[in-house]
């Protein structure tokens, strides 16, 4: 049992005289472990819950700028895991537009997009990236349309792979909660569709690129949660998009041009 097992089995409270910067940052080396069993096992859940519960408070811009400049580490885990802490980071209130540059750099260009490998274990570079896409677009201190952009140009990146692991799920959940952010105009909410537009105008007959699956099905999940309503957390009420009626028929109109058998 490592210790950070034995932290969690321990309520995940902070051993008595214990150094507390150099806790943090052998988590922060922990969340870039090759072995799954470390990265994303007690230590994933002693950082998450150190820094929902305050204990790295004093530690959170040295780890907000540490997980910002891995997004560019040659290690796929290491980037992906940087991206799903700095959404920690930032949902708990440090932020530097710095870090935004750095990830909308990185997630739009990241070209390894497995949800799963058999020896390095969870990596959900498209998934922990739209974590943090959700949470920079409903903070107040980034432009909502910036990170709609963002998200489209994930979805239309060129690539061979086609999404597997729910990460079209998690990256139409992200886009949903931008869209649930309190007055936005018609036009934020509905201008990063042009985007997709034009480029599913230039698609020709054949098979379906990746590209374009992996779109539609994310502005799928983006439709229905503009009909439901969307949660921010689980057991919370649902939110409705702020310009609910605009994104469900600009979202009808982008996917029927796609979809030979709608009328």
Do not use: C
Not at 142 to 164: D, H, K, N, S
């Amino acid at each position: 049992m490592t210790h950070w097992d034995q932290l969690a089995a321990a309520g995940f409270a902070v051993p008595a005289h214990a150094d507390v910067d150099a806790l943090a940052a052998d988590l922060a080396e922990a969340l870039a472990d090759s072995d799954p069993r470390i990265r994303d096992g007690a230590a994933y859940a002693v950082l998450a819950t150190w820094i929902e519960r305050g204990v790295l408070d004093h530690q959170l811009n040295w780890l907000g700028a540490t997980m910002a400049a891995r997004l560019s580490d040659p290690r796929v885990q290491a980037r992906t895991f940087a991206a799903l802490v700095l959404a920690w980071v930032i949902e708990r209130g440090a932020y530097d537009e710095t870090w935004t540059r750095a990830f909308a750099d990185w997630y739009p260009a990241e070209t390894d997009l497995r949800g799963y490998d058999d020896r390095l274990g969870w990596l959900h570079a498209v998934a922990h990236g739209a974590d943090l896409l959700g949470v920079l677009g409903r903070d107040p201190r980034v432009r909502p349309e910036w990170m709609l952009e963002l998200g489209v140009r994930r979805m239309l990146a060129e690539t061979q792979f086609v999404w597997r692991d729910s990460e079209d799920d998690r990256l139409g959940y992200a886009m949903a909660l931008i869209l649930a952010r309190p007055h936005l105009t018609i036009a934020q909410s509905t201008d990063w569709l042009e985007l997709v537009d034009q480029k599913f105008a230039t698609g020709e007959p054949g098979p379906m690129p990746p590209y374009a699956s992996n779109t539609i099905r994310t502005l799928r999940m983006v439709y229905l949660l503009a009909d439901r309503g969307v949660r921010a957390e689980e057991g919370a009420p649902s939110q409705r998009l702020a310009q609910r009626d605009e994104v469900i028929g600009r979202l009808a109109k982008s996917l029927a041009a796609v979809s030979w058998f709608a009328g």
